[in-house]
T-cell receptor, first 113, second 115 residues
Framework: KAGVTQTPRYLIKTRGQQVTLSCSPI?????VSWYQQTPGQGLQFLFE???????NKGNFPGRFSGRQFSNSRSEMNVSTLELGDSALYLC????????????FGPGTRLTVL | AQKVTQAQTEISVVEKEDVTLDCVYE???????LFWYKQPPSGELVFLIR??????QNEISGRYSWNFQKSTSSFNFTITASQVVDSAVYFC????????????FGTGTSLTVIP
């Protein structure tokens, strides 16, 4: 099976812009979770989607949003970008979510100038 | 509250040495799961192991072994005869059944294996 794929791999934006990141889960996986990784804060949970519904949400402002499509592919959007949003954004998929093992994609490296 | 502590920020060992990465967790759940992931320089987190709270048997997979002790809330990871390819950041994670099944990650331990 193909692994989790994320596009784009690298992105450079300026403050105030918005960005959309895409994640395709492993075939058959219905849960997709998003994480932000920064040197200062480590790996932080953003949200989880299952069957097109947000099932769990971390402690991030409303500028961070996401959605999941009927084929389980997911997108996350960050509006009004701030310098502090520069990070590696990782997507993970699992069969049913919950405490299932999560399999991670290669990440999208976002740089905000 | 769920919390994972990896007190070792960076470790350096010489190739072929054994190394143990520590992981201590806190949870009020009686049913929970513990994980280890490896993050090489490429950035992708690679799954290594998943254990549930009811299975305290130690596990060995090749040069990797894990020691789970509920009495000390620890889930330590040992690499035997380390190799340069083991150089990476290793994360321990916790997921609790009664706390939304969200994954809580430790801050990671950066392992450098010197040839």
């Amino acid at each position: 099976k193909a692994g989790v794929t994320q596009t784009p791999r690298y992105l450079i934006k300026t403050r105030g812009q918005q960005v959309t990141l895409s994640c395709s889960p492993i075939s058959g996986h219905r849960s997709v979770s998003w994480y932000q990784q920064t040197p200062g804060q480590g790996l932080q949970f953003l949200f989880e989607y299952f069957s097109e519904t947000q099932r769990n949400k971390g402690n991030f402002p409303g500028r961070f949003s996401g959605r999941q499509f009927s084929n389980s592919r997911s997108e996350m959007n960050v509006s009004t970008l701030e310098l502090g949003d520069s990070a590696l954004y990782l997507c993970a998929s699992s069969p049913e979510g919950g405490s299932d093992t999560q399999y991670f994609g290669p990440g999208t490296r976002l740089t905000v100038l | 509250a769920q919390k994972v502590t990896q007190a070792q920020t960076e470790i350096s060992v010489v190739e072929k040495e054994d190394v143990t990465l520590d992981c201590v967790y806190e949870t009020r759940d009686t049913t929970y799961y513990l994980f280890w992931y490896k993050q090489p320089p490429s950035g992708e987190l690679v799954f290594l192991i998943r254990r549930n709270s009811f299975d305290e048997q130690n596990e060995i997979s090749g040069r990797y072994s894990w020691n789970f002790q509920k009495s000390t809330s620890s889930f330590n990871f040992t690499i035997t005869a380390s190799q340069v390819v083991d150089s990476a950041v290793y994360f321990c994670a916790l997921s609790g059944v009664n706390t939304g099944n969200q994954f809580y990650f430790g801050t990671g331990t950066s392992l450098t294996v010197i040839p």
